[in-house]
C-alpha cells in the first residue's frame, strides 16, 4: 500500500540496496548466517564430465557458437567485394584464405580459448567480471588516474558489445537470406521483410529461456557444422592444394603485394572471428571446459574445412566470388542448404542476446544499469534469465539496422566497427587482470598482451576508415550507453554522498527512542537501506509521521559482493542494536538475484521473529530535484546528467519487485531529495 504521505514513485539510493558496486568485503564471523538462495547453478562452475559435459556442450553449440559459425556466409564474399576491387586471382585467394586461417587461430584459439577464459571471475565472464576481478575489494566510484581509464574502457566496451548485440542478428539473417539470390532470384526483393519476419520470431521466443532455446539450437547447430564440413571436404577433394594455404607465407606476401588495399580487406577479414568475442561473454551459462571443447573439437575444424572448400572453388571458379558459400552446394541441394543456412543464422543471433541479458544482470548489482525486471526461466540453473526490456531494446535496434541497411555489405561496416573495437578494449583489461591477479611478471603480461594487441589494432584501424559508411553507427550508441551508465554511477554516488551529509548516527537515534518512549506495537518492520550505517532515511519519515516502532525493527542492507555467487553459509550478518533494533547485512554475488524474504527466513530461523504475515516492509520513494552543485562537492555532476538520471531513477524497476518482496506487505513513504 501506499502511504498517505508518498509523492512520485522514483526510486532512490536509500531504498536501492545494491549499493556496492564491486561488493563491500565479506567477512567471515560468529554472526553470520546462510540463507538459501531460491536458484542455484549446477555444475557450470565445477569440472564437467561425461554426460553432463556432452550436453552442455551441445547446449553451447546452441548459444555461443551461433555467430562465429555463421560468418562462412558473407565472410569470405566480403573480402572479395567489388569495394575493394580485389580479383579471386589463385594468389589472392591464397593470400587472403592465409588471412582467415591465422585470425580463427591467433584471435579465437590462442586469445579466446587459451588465454581469456581464463579471467572468469567463478566462472563468470564478460566485461564487468574483469573489471570486478580488478577492483575486488574497493569501489571504482573514485578510482584513481589509472582506474578511471579502465572503468571508462570496460563501460565503453560494454556499450559496444550492446551495438554488437544489435547488429549480429540483422548480420547473420540477411546473410542466410542472400541466399535467395541464387536459389530464387525471383525472391531478391523479398529478403529484407523475411529477414524482419525471422528476426521478430526470433526477439519472441526469448522469454523461454537461454536453457530451452540452447537445447532446441544445439541440434541444429550440431547438423550445420557438419553440412558445412561436408561442403568444404567435397570441395577441397576436388583441389587439395588449397590447403597449403595455412602456410603464414601467403598471408605476408599479400599484404605486401597490395599495400593499402590490402591493409583495408583486414576490415572484411575480421568478419570471420565476429563472435568470438561471445565466448568470454556467455562463459557463465555454460562454463569454461564445454565452451573449449566445443571449439576445439568441432567448430574451428568445420569453419576450416569450409573456407578452404570456399578458397578452392575459387579457384576454379573465380567468378563464384559473389556468392562462394552458397555456389559451394548443387543446384538440387541448394533450397536445403536455404533452410539449413536459416535455421543457423538465427541461432546465430542468440549468442549475443544472451550474452546481453548476462551482462545486463551484472551491471545492474555492480551499479552501473538502473533496476530492471530479471526473470529467472529455469528452477535449476541461476544464470538462465531474461530481462525483457533488454530484449526490446535489442529487437528495435535490430530491426531499424536491417531497414536502413537492406544487406550485409553495408552493414559490414558497422559490424566490423562493434566487434573489434570490444576485442581491443578486453585485451587491454585482460591484460590489467593478469598483472594483478594472476601475478605474471611485466614481462610475460607485456609480450602476449603486445601480440594479441597488434592483430586487434589490425583490424581495428581496417575498420575505422568506414565509419562514414555506418561504422559511427555503434560508436554513436556506444558513446550514448557508455554517458548513461557513467550518468547512474556518479549520479547514484553523489545521491548518497546527499543522504549521508544527514544521516542520524544509529546510536543517537536509539537513546532518543529509549528516552522518548515511543509506542512499540506487535510485529516486524523492516526498513531497506543502501548503507550499512546510520539511521535509514525512511525510518525517521516513518517515526515523524506514524508516531510508532514495531515490537521488532530490521534494517536490513544488500551488499554486491565481487564474486559471480556467494555461499549460502557467508550471505547473511546479523548484528543487534539494542531496544529491539538489529542490522541485518546480505551480501549476493553480481550474478544472482537478491531475495529479501529468503534473508528473512533466516534471521526467524535465529529467533527473531519475522513471520511473513506479520512483517511490514517500510521503502522510501524520494522525488529527486536537480539543483547547481555546492562548493566543496568531491563528486561532481552537470546539471543536464542529473536530469538524466533523475529520469532513468524514474524508469527503474522498484524496489519492490527487485528485491521480492511480497507488495501487500509495503508501505511506501514519499519525500523529495535536492541533489
Same mark, same amino acid.
Given at each position: 500500500?501506499?502511504?498517505?504521505?508518498?509523492?512520485?514513485?522514483?526510486?532512490?539510493? &536509500?531504498?536501492?540496496?545494491?549499493?556496492?558496486?564491486?561488493? $563491500?568485503?565479506?567477512?567471515?564471523?560468529?554472526?553470520?548466517?546462510?540463507?538459501?538462495?531460491?536458484?542455484?547453478?549446477?555444475?557450470? !562452475?565445477?569440472?564437467?564430465?561425461?554426460?553432463?559435459?556432452?550436453?552442455?556442450?551441445? /547446449?553451447?553449440?546452441?548459444?555461443?557458437?551461433?555467430?562465429?559459425?555463421?560468418?562462412?556466409?558473407?565472410?569470405?564474399?566480403?573480402?572479395?567485394?567489388?569495394?575493394?576491387?580485389?580479383?579471386?586471382?589463385?594468389?589472392?585467394?591464397?593470400?587472403?584464405?592465409?588471412? %582467415?586461417?591465422?585470425?580463427?587461430?591467433?584471435?579465437?584459439?590462442?586469445?579466446?580459448?587459451?588465454? %581469456?577464459?581464463?579471467?572468469?571471475?567463478?566462472?563468470?565472464?564478460?566485461?564487468?567480471?574483469?573489471?570486478?576481478?580488478? *577492483?575486488?575489494? #574497493?569501489?571504482?566510484?573514485?578510482?584513481? &588516474?589509472?582506474?578511471?581509464?579502465?572503468? $571508462?574502457?570496460?563501460?565503453?566496451?560494454?556499450?559496444?558489445?550492446?551495438?554488437?548485440?544489435?547488429?549480429?542478428?540483422?548480420?547473420?539473417?540477411?546473410?542466410?537470406?542472400?541466399?535467395?539470390?541464387?536459389?530464387?532470384?525471383?525472391?531478391?526483393?523479398?529478403?529484407?521483410?523475411?529477414?524482419?519476419?525471422?528476426?521478430?520470431? =526470433?526477439?519472441?521466443?526469448?522469454?523461454?529461456?537461454?536453457?530451452?532455446?540452447?537445447?532446441?539450437?544445439?541440434?541444429?547447430?550440431?547438423?550445420?557444422? &557438419?553440412?558445412?564440413?561436408?561442403?568444404? %571436404?567435397?570441395?577441397?577433394?576436388?583441389?587439395?592444394?588449397?590447403?597449403?594455404?595455412?602456410?603464414?607465407?601467403? &598471408?605476408?606476401?599479400?599484404?605486401?603485394?597490395?599495400?593499402?588495399?590490402?591493409?583495408?580487406?583486414?576490415?572484411?577479414?575480421?568478419?570471420?572471428?565476429?563472435?568470438?568475442?561471445?565466448?568470454?561473454?556467455?562463459?557463465?551459462?555454460?562454463?569454461?571446459?564445454?565452451?573449449?571443447?566445443?571449439? +576445439?573439437?568441432?567448430?574451428?575444424?568445420?569453419?576450416?574445412?569450409?573456407?578452404?572448400?570456399?578458397?578452392?572453388?575459387?579457384?576454379?571458379?573465380?567468378?563464384?566470388?559473389?556468392?562462394?558459400?552458397?555456389?559451394?552446394?548443387?543446384?538440387?541441394?541448394?533450397?536445403?542448404?536455404?533452410?539449413?543456412?536459416? +535455421?543457423?543464422?538465427?541461432?546465430?543471433?542468440?549468442?549475443? %542476446?544472451?550474452?546481453?541479458?548476462?551482462?545486463?544482470?551484472?551491471?545492474?548489482?555492480?551499479?552501473?544499469?538502473?533496476?530492471?525486471?530479471?526473470?529467472?526461466?529455469?528452477? /535449476?540453473?541461476?544464470?538462465?534469465?531474461?530481462?525483457?526490456?533488454?530484449?526490446?531494446?535489442i529487437a528495435v535496434g535490430c530491426l531499424l539496422v536491417v531497414l536502413v541497411f537492406q544487406n550485409t555489405s553495408n552493414l559490414g561496416?558497422?559490424?566490423?566497427?562493434?566487434?573489434?573495437?570490444?576485442?581491443?578494449?578486453?585485451?587491454? +583489461?585482460?591484460?590489467?587482470?593478469?598483472?594483478?591477479?594472476?601475478?605474471?611478471?611485466?614481462?610475460?603480461?607485456?609480450?602476449?598482451?603486445?601480440?594479441?594487441?597488434?592483430?586487434?589494432?589490425?583490424?581495428?584501424?581496417? @575498420?575505422?576508415?568506414?565509419?562514414?559508411?555506418?561504422?559511427?553507427?555503434?560508436?554513436?550508441?556506444?558513446?550514448?550507453?557508455?554517458?548513461?551508465?557513467?550518468?547512474?554511477?556518479?549520479?547514484?554516488?553523489?545521491? @548518497?554522498?546527499?543522504?549521508?551529509?544527514?544521516? =542520524?548516527?544509529?546510536?543517537?537515534? +536509539?537513546?532518543?527512542?529509549?528516552?522518548?518512549?515511543? !509506542?512499540?506495537?506487535?510485529?516486524?518492520?523492516?526498513?531497506?537501506?543502501?548503507?550499512?550505517?546510520?539511521?535509514?532515511?525512511?525510518?525517521? !519519515?516513518?517515526?515523524?509521521?506514524?508516531?510508532?516502532?514495531?515490537?521488532?525493527?530490521?534494517?536490513?542492507?544488500?551488499?554486491?559482493?565481487?564474486?559471480?555467487?556467494?555461499?549460502?553459509?557467508?550471505?547473511?550478518?546479523?548484528?543487534?542494536?539494542?531496544?529491539?533494533?538489529?542490522?541485518?547485512?546480505?551480501?549476493?554475488?553480481?550474478?544472482?538475484?537478491?531475495?529479501?524474504?529468503?534473508?528473512?527466513?533466516?534471521?526467524?530461523?535465529?529467533?527473531?521473529?519475522?513471520?511473513?504475515?506479520?512483517?511490514?516492509? *517500510?521503502?522510501?520513494?524520494?522525488?529527486?530535484?536537480?539543483?547547481?552543485?555546492?562548493?566543496?562537492? /568531491?563528486?561532481?555532476?552537470?546539471?543536464? #546528467?542529473?536530469?538524466?538520471?533523475?529520469?532513468?531513477?524514474?524508469?527503474?524497476?522498484?524496489?519492490?519487485?527487485?528485491?521480492?518482496?511480497?507488495?501487500?506487505?509495503?508501505?511506501?513513504?514519499?519525500?523529495?531529495?535536492?541533489?
Open positions: 500500500m501506499r502511504h498517505p504521505t508518498g509523492s512520485s514513485v522514483t526510486p532512490s539510493a &536509500a531504498t536501492n540496496a545494491v549499493d556496492a558496486p564491486f561488493g $563491500a568485503e565479506i567477512r567471515s564471523n560468529t554472526g553470520m548466517f546462510p540463507v538459501q538462495s531460491p536458484l542455484r547453478k549446477e555444475g557450470h !562452475h565445477e569440472n564437467p564430465k561425461g554426460k553432463r559435459l556432452a550436453i552442455l556442450t551441445l /547446449t553451447a553449440l546452441g548459444v555461443v557458437y551461433g555467430d562465429i559459425g555463421t560468418s562462412p556466409l558473407y565472410a569470405l564474399k566480403e573480402c572479395f567485394s567489388p569495394t575493394h576491387g580485389i580479383q579471386a586471382t589463385r594468389e589472392n585467394v591464397f593470400g587472403i584464405l592465409s588471412l %582467415i586461417v591465422w585470425a580463427l587461430t591467433l584471435v579465437v584459439t590462442v586469445k579466446y580459448v587459451n588465454f %581469456i577464459l581464463r579471467a572468469d571471475n567463478r566462472g563468470e565472464g564478460g566485461t564487468f567480471a574483469l573489471l570486478a576481478l580488478i *577492483f575486488p575489494r #574497493r569501489s571504482p566510484d573514485t578510482p584513481d &588516474a589509472r582506474g578511471r581509464w579502465i572503468v $571508462a574502457l570496460a563501460l565503453f566496451g560494454t556499450a559496444l558489445l550492446y551495438g554488437d548485440g544489435i547488429i549480429t542478428p540483422a548480420m547473420s539473417v540477411l546473410g542466410a537470406m542472400e541466399g535467395l539470390e541464387i536459389a530464387i532470384p525471383s525472391m531478391e526483393s523479398y529478403i529484407v521483410p523475411i529477414s524482419v519476419v525471422i528476426l521478430a520470431a =526470433l526477439f519472441a521466443v526469448q522469454r523461454f529461456g537461454t536453457d530451452r532455446v540452447g537445447k532446441a539450437f544445439g541440434p541444429v547447430m550440431l547438423l550445420w557444422f &557438419a553440412t558445412i564440413s561436408l561442403l568444404g %571436404i567435397f570441395e577441397v577433394a576436388k583441389d587439395p592444394s588449397i590447403l597449403w594455404a595455412v602456410n603464414p607465407i601467403h &598471408a605476408v606476401r599479400f599484404m605486401q603485394e597490395h599495400g593499402t588495399l590490402g591493409f583495408l580487406v583486414l576490415g572484411s577479414v575480421v568478419l570471420v572471428v565476429t563472435g568470438g568475442e561471445a565466448l568470454y561473454a556467455d562463459m557463465g551459462h555454460f562454463g569454461r571446459k564445454p565452451i573449449q571443447a566445443a571449439w +576445439l573439437w568441432l567448430v574451428f575444424p568445420s569453419l576450416l574445412l569450409n573456407y578452404f572448400g570456399q578458397g578452392a572453388l575459387l579457384l576454379r571458379n573465380p567468378a563464384a566470388a559473389e556468392n562462394p558459400f552458397f555456389l559451394l552446394a548443387p543446384k538440387a541441394l541448394l533450397i536445403p542448404l536455404l533452410i539449413i543456412s536459416t +535455421l543457423a543464422a538465427i541461432v546465430a543471433s542468440q549468442a549475443l %542476446i544472451s550474452g546481453a541479458f548476462s551482462i545486463t544482470r551484472q551491471g545492474i548489482q555492480l551499479g552501473f544499469i538502473p533496476r530492471l525486471e530479471i526473470l529467472h526461466t529455469s528452477t /535449476t540453473e541461476e544464470g538462465q534469465i531474461y530481462i525483457p526490456e533488454v530484449n526490446y531494446f561496416a558497422a559490424y566490423g566497427i562493434a566487434v573489434t573495437g570490444t576485442m581491443f578494449i578486453t585485451t587491454i +583489461l585482460f591484460d590489467v587482470v593478469a598483472r594483478l591477479r594472476f601475478r605474471w611478471q611485466s614481462w610475460q603480461a607485456t609480450s602476449l598482451t603486445t601480440a594479441f594487441l597488434i592483430v586487434d589494432l589490425a583490424f581495428l584501424s581496417a @575498420n575505422l576508415v568506414k565509419v562514414k559508411h555506418g561504422g559511427w553507427v555503434p560508436l554513436v550508441l556506444g558513446l550514448v550507453l557508455f554517458l548513461l551508465m557513467l550518468t547512474w554511477k556518479r549520479g547514484r554516488a553523489l545521491l @548518497n554522498a546527499r543522504l549521508a551529509e544527514g544521516a =542520524l548516527p544509529i546510536g543517537l537515534f +536509539l537513546d532518543g527512542v529509549e528516552k522518548s518512549s515511543v !509506542h512499540r506495537v506487535p510485529g516486524t518492520a523492516v526498513f531497506m537501506t543502501g548503507s550499512d550505517d546510520g539511521v535509514p532515511p525512511v525510518l525517521l !519519515h516513518h517515526l515523524k509521521h506514524n508516531k510508532v516502532l514495531h515490537e521488532r525493527v530490521l534494517l536490513v542492507s544488500v551488499k554486491t559482493a565481487d564474486v559471480p555467487e556467494t555461499s549460502a553459509a557467508e550471505r547473511v550478518r546479523v548484528m543487534p542494536l539494542g531496544h529491539g533494533f538489529w542490522r541485518v547485512v546480505a551480501s549476493y554475488g553480481f550474478m544472482q538475484t537478491p531475495n529479501v524474504p529468503s534473508v528473512l527466513e533466516v534471521v526467524d530461523q535465529m529467533g527473531i521473529r519475522c513471520k511473513p504475515m506479520e512483517t511490514s516492509y *517500510f521503502l522510501g520513494r524520494e522525488r529527486l530535484i536537480p539543483v547547481p552543485g555546492r562548493p566543496g562537492d /568531491t563528486i561532481t555532476l552537470s546539471r543536464w #546528467r542529473k536530469v538524466v538520471f533523475a529520469i532513468m531513477a524514474r524508469n527503474a524497476r522498484s524496489a519492490t519487485e527487485f528485491f521480492c518482496i511480497p507488495p501487500n506487505r509495503v508501505v511506501e513513504l514519499g519525500t523529495q531529495i535536492e541533489f
